[in-house]
């Protein structure tokens, strides 16, 4: 009798055991699940961007392998020429920490102004930066470059013209080129090469502009 009560609670035991392993399992499943769906999505972006890039990499004639060639030699080159630190000597150190003790009776007032003027310039950051969030999108920024014209531009082009006429937004280049394709394959822009440039024009009957989400970094 004993024998059977002992052999019950070692069922009862494992049946437990079996029991939390298995809520266990099924919370890890969930949990992957989502980070799989996570990745999906997130794989799924990749893509859509690559097809532009290579798109753009067309329309300019460049070969894949020798694309990003020029951009990393620019960066060996920048980082070559930047000279490093050089530690002052001490003798150097001393007869600045004198001129600076002669000067400060003649500048008291000059600290006050300096934290009025960084306070200003900080302050104003969030300004912009907010005025930027809520501002339109750069497809609408586009597309209203070329409003009432009918001359083909650059992409460069566009972006010194956005640089002009909208000083509180960070323009970059990546994400003009990136914004006139996707107005291309809305149809609101169409594009043409002549030699080894490539210029955008505005469609006959262009669409209204939708709100898109650049593939860039934003201001």
Do not use: C
């Amino acid at each position: 009798m004993s024998s059977d009560t002992k052999g019950a609670g070692i069922k009862d035991d494992y049946a437990q055991q079996i029991a939390g392993d298995l809520a266990a399992n099924q919370n890890a499943q969930d949990r992957v699940r989502g980070e799989l769906q996570r990745l999906q999505e997130e794989l799924s972006q990749l893509e859509d961007n690559s097809k532009i890039l290579l798109k753009m990499q067309d329309a300019l004639g460049v070969p894949a392998k020798s694309a990003t060639a020029p951009a990393a030699a620019k960066r060996s080159a920048k980082r070559a020429a930047v000279p490093s630190a050089r530690k002052a000597s001490p003798a150097a150190e001393k007869a600045v920490e004198k001129a600076v003790e002669k000067a400060a009776p003649a500048k008291s007032a000059a600290p006050a102004k300096v934290s009025r003027s960084r306070t200003t310039k900080a302050a104003g950051k969030p300004a912009a930066a907010k005025k930027d969030a809520v501002g339109p999108s750069w497809l609408e920024l586009v597309t209203a470059v070329f409003a009432g014209q009918s001359e083909p531009r650059s992409a460069a082009e566009v972006t010194d013209s956005l640089s002009t006429t909208h000083p509180d937004r960070k323009v970059q280049a990546a994400v003009i080129r990136n914004t006139l394709e996707q107005g291309v394959a809305r149809g609101l822009l169409e594009r043409s090469k002549q030699g080894r440039s490539v210029y955008y024009l505005p469609t006959a009957s262009p669409a209204a502009p939708a709100e898109s989400t650049p593939t860039g970094p934003l201001s």
